[in-house]
């Protein structure tokens, strides 16, 4: 499935991605759902023992008021 | 050349990079390009599925974060991949940030020192070359 409508499908969640077709960028375009959870946690556990190229990243979109960011590293 | 666009609104630039392990095993994150970040920042966990051993590091960083100070240990992740461009032995800090942060690193100067990037707010595009 596209990574764009994966995406949308699993809206707000965090999402651990098999890897199938890259663009020319080698940006991720397909891929197979492995999880999908609100909890990262869980994702961040599925994928310790797992080989394969996998993709892990959030569906939601990032506040655009009354939100602010401040790392550090 | 690598190229990408951003929302111009949106409170961080939110990019996708590749971690290589030592094994050959990749994690693709999402990460927030931050050029005031002295180091790139990954995941413990996602350290760990590459094969590195985050805490028999030597090397450690204090950081200095709005819960406190941390120290955190560095490791030195075999390869680094952004767009079309990409770097051997880049030096990674291992720290969780918050879920709430919607990305999961940072992509910080320990990795663009060795570019030069383009940051177009106004068209919300993203560069990222050699020279």
């Not at chain 2, 690598?2 to 392990?21: H, M, N, R, W």
């Not at chain 2, 020192?113 to 707010?121: A, L, S, V, W």
Request: glycine share 6%; proline share 4%.
């Amino acid at each position: 499935m596209e990574i764009e409508k994966i995406k949308k499908k699993y809206k707000d969640e965090w999402l651990l991605i098999k890897i199938n077709v890259t663009d020319e960028q080698d940006q991720p375009t397909e891929g197979e759902v492995l999880l999908h959870s609100k909890n990262r946690d869980e994702v961040y556990e599925a994928q310790k023992d797992l080989k394969e190229d996998l993709y892990i990243t959030y569906s939601g979109e990032l506040p655009k008021k009354g939100f602010a960011v401040a790392f550090n590293g | 050349m690598g190229k990408i666009t951003f929302d111009p609104q949106s409170p961080i630039i939110a990019v996708d990079i590749i971690l290589e392990g030592k094994g050959g095993t990749k994690r693709r994150i999402r990460a927030a390009l931050d050029t005031g970040a002295t180091y790139t920042m990954i995941p413990w966990e996602i350290a760990e599925a590459l094969g590195y051993r985050p805490e028999i590091s030597k090397e450690k960083v204090t950081l200095i974060t709005a819960s406190g100070v941390e120290t955190t240990p560095v490791i030195e992740v075999k390869r680094i991949k952004f767009l079309d461009q990409n770097i051997d032995n880049v030096q990674v800090v291992c720290h969780d940030l918050p879920p709430k942060s919607y990305v999961v690193g940072l992509l910080g100067s320990s990795f663009l020192r060795h570019f030069k990037i383009t940051i177009d707010y106004l068209k919300g595009i993203l560069e990222i070359s050699r020279e």
